[in-house]
């Protein structure tokens, strides 16, 4: 299994990033799915959800603000981020809902004016 993910970037308050994280070597189209991120000297934190029938759950800190999204045909999953805050700042991972397979090596969202 591999997961990639790719996206991230520097972006000023208010600002919008995509996430993108590939995966590969499973059965993707039945999988449940997640983003979830770590902050320097934070415990990693699910942040969204979607399971094989699109349903999607958000933590709190989230809702309103991000969107996650599947492709099942390029095997991939997606983040929307809007109305970011600085608090968002953090290394976002993918994963299955229920943490499965190994780690990949995320992608750095910076939210600073």
């Known amino acids: 299994v591999q997961l990639v993910e790719s996206g991230g970037g520097l972006v000023q308050p208010g600002g919008s990033l995509r996430l993108s994280c590939a995966a590969s070597?499973?059965?993707?189209?039945?999988?449940?799915m997640a983003w979830y991120r770590q902050a320097p000297g934070n415990q990693r934190e699910l942040v969204a959800a979607?399971?094989?029938?699109?349903?999607?759950n958000y933590a709190d800190s989230v809702k309103g603000r991000f969107t996650i999204s599947r492709d099942n045909a390029k095997n991939t999953v997606y983040l929307q981020m809007n109305s970011l805050k600085s608090e968002d700042t953090a290394v976002y991972y993918c994963?299955?809902?229920?943490?499965?397979?190994?780690w990949g090596q995320g992608t750095q969202v910076t939210v600073s004016s």
């Open positions: 070597g499973i059965i993707f189209k039945f999988a449940s």
């Open positions: 979607i399971t094989s029938g699109g349903s999607t």
């Open positions: 994963n299955a809902a229920t943490p499965t397979w190994p």
